[in-house]
Every structure is written in C-alpha cells, then in structure tokens.
C-alpha cells in the first residue's frame, strides 16, 4: 500500500470523527434548550428583563398614629402640717415608691394641745351652766317685774347677765372648735390613695406650718400629653371625634412592650406656638397596678392613635416608595407601571399611601432598579422560583 493511500484513509477517519463530534454536540445543546424552556402556558421574559422582588399593595380600613408623651401625675399634694410640732410617729408605708391608700396616717405630731382641748371643754360646759342660770334669773326677774315685785333696775341686770354668759359660751366654744382642730392636724393623713413620690421626715423632728416633709401623687391615674402634627390632623380630620378613643401605650425601651391602655379624654384644639402641634390629653386609670409593669412619672411613652381612613388607602412595603413618592407596578404582561404616592403614615416597615389608580392586591415592586422606565419588561422573583420549580 503506497503512502497515499494510507493518507486518504486517515483522512477519511477523521472526517468520521468529526461528524460524529458535531452531531453528539447539537444533541447536546437541543436537550439543554428544550430543558431551560419554559413549560407550555408558561410566560416567557425578554431575556434582558431584570429580575425584581415584588410585594401585593393591601387595603385597609384604619391606620395608627405614633406619637410619644411623658407620663405626668393627675393629681398631686404635698405632705405638710398646719401647726408646728415634733414628729411623734412616722408611718413605715410613708417612703418613696409605696403606695397608700386613702386616709391612712401618714405623721403624727406629740399631741402637746390635748390639754388645751380638755381645758376648752370645760369652759364650754361652765358657759353652758352659766348662760342656763342666767337666763332663768331674767325670766325670773322679768315675771317679779309684771307682778310690781322687782324693779327695773334688777331685770336690766339680769338680761345684761344673760348676755355675758352667752357672749363667753360663744367664745368659750370658738376655743373649743380651735382646739379640736389643732388636734386634729397632729396627724397628717393621705386625702386620696397615693404614691409616694417625696418622703423626709423622722421621729423627733420639728416641722414647721406649711413646710413640706412630702409629696404625694393620685394612684387612680395620669396623664400623658401628646402633640399632633399637622399631618396627623390631616389623616384625623374631624378632631374632635377622637374624644374617648382607646389607645395603646408602649415603652420606648425594654424593646416596645405595651404597658397599659388609655382614654383620650381632653384636647386643645389651638396649635401650639413653635411647635406646630395641637395637644391632646391621655388619661391612663391605675398606672401603677402591681400585676403588671408600672408606668414611670416622666417616663417617654409611644402611644399608637388608632383611625380609620375611606376606602382608598393602600398598605405597601416602606422599601416600594421610591425617589419622589414614586411607586412601580408590575403587571400581568411583565411590564412596569408608573405611580406617584401621596403618603399618609409609616408604620414600621410599611407606609400608608393614596395611589387612585392602584387596586387592592397589585404586585409592587421593591427592588431598586438603577434605570426604571414606563413599561419596561421585568421578571418577578416569585414567578421565576414557580418557572424552575423544586430542584432535584
């Protein structure tokens, strides 16, 4: 065999080889398109469509409005006496951070004026005696008088008499009356249930009228004052009509817990210089109970303001707002719509908007495209997982 017909038959294997090669290739690439294609129905993306996470916009028929305010005390009094005296007694509930209920002894002073008072009794009762005697000499003298049997002389001593002693029981039972209250203000009792928030006094001191050795505030209650912004006014409308509402009050630490429920009970309706803000009054009855967290006078509170809003306010994820209140819509034909926002409250990561022509249950996209344009083709991440289905 000559050496050129051993290279033909090499060339000619080759070839085979190659055709070979070629056809197990395009068998290859047919079975991996006819495995990335989408099932029959499916809807096909532009290749080019960027893929985009997307949110449904909900309906909803109240919002809430977060406001923060101090706790402050209803009522308050301070613990002082009328007279001046030593501490005899202090009463072990009279600290801070103790509740006590009403009319409880809170101090007592040495009760120094009970001989005064004893002392004063008695010169009642002997003005008592005394005006009795002296009114029956002048009924006496007055009928000897119409009998010719007394003079004139002696029933004008008699009725001058009769004065006297009615004079002296008056002054003897004005003593008297001073006395008892003297007494009384030796004890120094809670005029309504309280919490301590002030306590300073001890056995032996001497306390002078009107000299505080406390400080008490009502337990029944406190008041937390809140100020609206004008866009809250806005989404309230009528203000007037929150009067009575419930509303929820959270800490602002120990991670937001909710510490109680309260009224909205007054408001302002002017606003307020500097501010801008139109207050209103939360009134929250036993703050201080002991089967639950107790709030804290001046403790910073967040209150959630429920309202109700019409039927054309959307909840939509806060990261679906875009530049300008801008708000993209991805429709059932993969294209991007246009919306602009009025937006009414955030709340966490949502926000309340107005968009007139957005339905309830539309997909909204929240992904941050950096070239957005009116009805460009986008793929949602949900439809694409649906598309590829569960891995094997």
Same mark, same amino acid.
């Given at each position: 065999?000559?050496?050129?017909?051993?290279?033909?038959?090499?060339?000619?294997?080759?070839?085979?080889?190659?055709?070979?090669?070629?056809?197990?290739?395009?068998?290859?690439?047919?079975?991996?398109?006819?495995?990335?294609?989408?099932?029959?129905?499916?809807?096909?993306?532009?290749?080019?469509?960027?893929?985009?996470?997307?949110?449904?916009?909900?309906?909803?028929?109240?919002?809430?409005?977060?406001?923060?305010?101090?706790?402050?005390?209803?009522?308050?009094?301070?613990?002082?006496?009328?007279?001046? =005296?030593?501490?005899?007694?202090?009463?072990?509930?009279?600290?801070?951070?103790?509740?006590?209920?009403? =009319?409880?002894?809170?101090?007592?002073?040495? !009760?120094?004026?009970?001989?005064?008072?004893?002392?004063?009794?008695?010169?009642?009762?002997?003005?008592?005696?005394?005006?009795?005697?002296?009114?029956?000499?002048?009924?006496?003298?007055?009928?000897?008088?119409?009998?010719?049997?007394?003079?004139?002389?002696?029933?004008?001593?008699?009725?001058?008499?009769?004065?006297?002693?009615?004079?002296?029981?008056?002054?003897?039972?004005?003593?008297?009356?001073?006395?008892?209250?003297?007494?009384? !203000?030796?004890?120094?009792?809670?005029?309504?249930?309280?919490?301590?928030?002030?306590?300073?006094?001890?056995?032996?001191?001497?306390?002078?009228?009107?000299?505080?050795? /406390?400080?008490?505030?009502?337990?029944?209650?406190?008041?937390?004052?809140?100020?609206?912004?004008?866009?809250?006014?806005?989404?309230?409308?009528?203000?007037?009509?929150?009067? /009575?509402?419930?509303?929820?009050?959270?800490?602002?630490?120990?991670?937001?817990?909710?510490?109680?429920?309260?009224?909205?009970?007054?408001?302002?309706?002017?606003?307020?210089?500097?501010?801008?803000?139109?207050?209103?009054?939360?009134?929250?009855?036993?703050?201080?109970?002991?089967? #639950?967290?107790?709030?804290?006078?001046?403790?910073?509170?967040?209150?959630?303001?429920?309202?109700?809003?019409?039927?054309?306010?959307?909840?939509?994820?806060?990261?679906?707002?875009?530049? #300008?209140?801008?708000?993209?819509?991805?429709?059932?034909?993969?294209?991007?719509?246009?919306?602009?926002?009025?937006?009414?409250?955030?709340?966490?990561?949502?926000?309340?908007?107005?968009?007139?022509?957005?339905?309830?249950?539309?997909?909204?996209?929240?992904?941050?495209?950096?070239?957005?344009?009116? /009805?460009?083709?986008?793929?949602? #991440?949900?439809?694409?997982?649906?598309?590829?289905?569960?891995?094997?």
């Amino acid at each position: 065999m000559s050496d050129q017909d051993s290279n033909n038959r090499a060339g000619r294997w080759l070839w085979l080889v190659a055709g070979v090669v070629v056809l197990a290739a395009g068998f290859g690439v047919n079975r991996y398109l006819a495995a990335a294609a989408p099932p029959d129905g499916a809807q096909r993306s532009e290749p080019n469509a960027p893929l985009v996470g997307v949110a449904s916009a909900r309906q909803i028929k109240e919002i809430e409005i977060r406001q923060t305010g101090f706790v402050q005390p209803r009522f308050a009094v301070e613990v002082a006496s009328e007279v001046a =005296g030593r501490i005899e007694t202090v009463n072990a509930d009279f600290r801070v951070g103790a509740l006590v209920a009403e =009319g409880t002894p809170l101090v007592t002073l040495r !009760e120094d004026r009970f001989a005064a008072d004893v002392e004063a009794e008695a010169a009642v009762a002997q003005g008592r005696a005394a005006v009795e005697q002296a009114t029956a000499n002048y009924e006496r003298q007055r009928t000897l008088a119409k009998q010719d049997f007394a003079s004139e002389a002696r029933l004008e001593e008699a009725r001058v008499a009769r004065e006297k002693a009615s004079t002296e029981l008056a002054l003897a039972e004005g003593t008297l009356i001073a006395a008892e209250t003297a007494l009384d !203000e030796t004890r120094i009792v809670a005029p309504y249930d309280a919490l301590v928030v002030e306590a300073d006094a001890s056995v032996g001191q001497i306390i002078q009228p009107g000299v505080p050795v /406390g400080r008490l505030v009502s337990a029944a209650a406190v008041e937390i004052s809140v100020g609206l912004t004008p866009s809250d006014l806005t989404l309230i409308g009528d203000l007037f009509s929150i009067t /009575g509402r419930t509303v929820e009050i959270y800490a602002t630490e120990d991670g937001g817990a909710r510490l109680a429920i309260g009224e909205i009970k007054t408001l302002d309706p002017q606003i307020a210089e500097g501010s801008r803000t139109v207050d209103i009054i939360v009134e929250v009855a036993d703050p201080f109970a002991a089967d #639950r967290r107790a709030l804290r006078l001046r403790e910073l509170v967040e209150m959630a303001i429920p309202v109700t809003v019409g039927d054309d306010v959307l909840s939509i994820p806060a990261n679906a707002i875009k530049a #300008r209140n801008q708000v993209w819509e991805l429709n059932a034909d993969s294209t991007l719509k246009s919306h602009t926002a009025v937006v009414l409250n955030y709340e966490d990561d949502t926000v309340a908007v107005r968009i007139p022509d957005l339905a309830d249950g539309s997909s909204i996209v929240t992904t941050d495209l950096p070239a957005t344009f009116e /009805g460009q083709k986008a793929r949602s #991440r949900s439809a694409q997982n649906q598309t590829k289905g569960p891995q094997g």
